[in-house]
């Protein structure tokens, strides 16, 4: 952001780019009078910022007791294929990645009937925890065929999305996907990955993408935090044999 | 189903009555030689009648046990908007309702928000459970605004669907809807209800039913077991900023 950008929208971004670094969900904002002696700026700046946060969902203020920082939660509609990163740049959040594991494995039943493999096929599995503001959101389970597989095992995972990675250097356009979509709860692997209770809500998301020819190369196991994650969609209704029109 | 059915669509159609019946999720089925003794019909009759219950997901065999009757579980495209009862329909399952409660309350702010009333407005509210063969699936809190809901109110909501008491009754044709879909956990009245343990996976829609003009008419809290629904869709991919085409 130029310093152009008004004085409110610089304190707004410089407190976001604060979260999952030295602010995190839970811990309180600096007061009113903090900001306003480390910005210099007026009360009504520090003020606009801090509802801008508040409008965003990245920070809830409680009467009498200030603003803190908030566990990320976000509405996403079901309109098109997007990855996590692209989501979150829309939401305008900084998202990451931590890497937990790139293996070769010989592929299970459902991933050999997702991506229309052979008994026997071999492929990668990149398992990944997903960060919002510095903040586990999701837990994938990624599956590529090998020839795909090798080449994004080599890449900086961290900090490049799969989509892109497949898409932009590996030649593999992603036309749709399909989406099988379940309440669930988590486990103890999650548990500790999404830092939640085990029990918790999770919304399981199984993910086939493909691509030119309807050729799946991407089958992912997506788990969010129940309480991160909303989907929207919108539905005509469905015309009924007994309905005129 | 006419006497004129092939004998193996005889039986099927006999044994689905039974299920929620006589028949419960996890009981198991008479055997091959039971069944041809009662229908006096030939072994691959019986067979084929049971191997398509299996198909359907009503019946579930295993190895050197004998069939069962399964837990109810559907998977639900996300293409339009339909009702329980439409859905068990196009799944060939009976179905049916055991309302709760039908009172008049002061509408809490989610449900004026979704139904777009004014401060201090009144609605009807109606709790049923949603039941696929016999089974519990789904806890519906409906709300209606008053001049709908007096009339709802009346008919006969375990028998009738309130989509098309809507729409065939009271002049009230629905649009579309919107969704908003989340994971969750049964609290000690949901798992009362579905008949699962407290902190199972639970669904939850919240869904907005439209009238002509976009005007809202029918706002609903649906709580599916986890265990019983997967909601599908197919999306296009985004066509991104960096993108050729």
Request: hydrophobic share 40%.
């Amino acid at each position: 952001m130029g310093t152009n950008a008004p004085l409110y929208a610089q304190v707004e971004q410089s407190l976001v780019a604060r979260l999952g670094v030295s602010l995190h969900p839970g811990d309180r904002l600096p007061t009113e009078d903090e900001l306003i002696d480390e910005f210099g700026v007026s009360r009504i700046t520090v003020r606009r910022a801090v509802q801008n946060l508040v409008a965003r969902n990245l920070v809830v203020t409680r009467r009498g007791q200030g603003s803190f920082v908030a566990v990320p939660s976000f509405t996403q509609s079901l309109t098109a294929l997007t990855g996590f990163v692209e989501d979150m740049d829309a939401h305008g959040l900084p998202s990451r990645a931590r890497v937990l594991r790139v293996e070769e494995i010989a592929a299970p039943p459902d991933v050999r009937a997702a991506l229309d493999l052979p008994l026997g096929a071999r492929v990668t599995r990149i398992q990944r925890v997903r960060l919002a503001v510095g903040h586990p959101v999701s837990f994938d389970d990624t599956y590529l065929p090998t020839d795909l597989g090798r080449l994004v095992a080599q890449d900086d995972l961290e900090n490049e999305q799969i989509f892109t990675l497949l898409e932009s250097r590996h030649g593999t356009p992603l036309t749709e996907a399909s989406y099988a979509m379940r309440a669930s709860t988590a486990d103890a692997v999650l548990a500790d990955a999404l830092e939640v209770a085990e029990g918790s809500a999770i919304f399981r998301i199984e993910r086939t993408s493909y691509t030119s020819g309807l050729r799946p190369v991407d089958y992912e196991v997506l788990h969010y935090r129940g309480d991160a994650i909303t989907f929207t969609t919108r539905l005509p209704r469905a015309r009924t044999p007994g309905q005129e029109q």
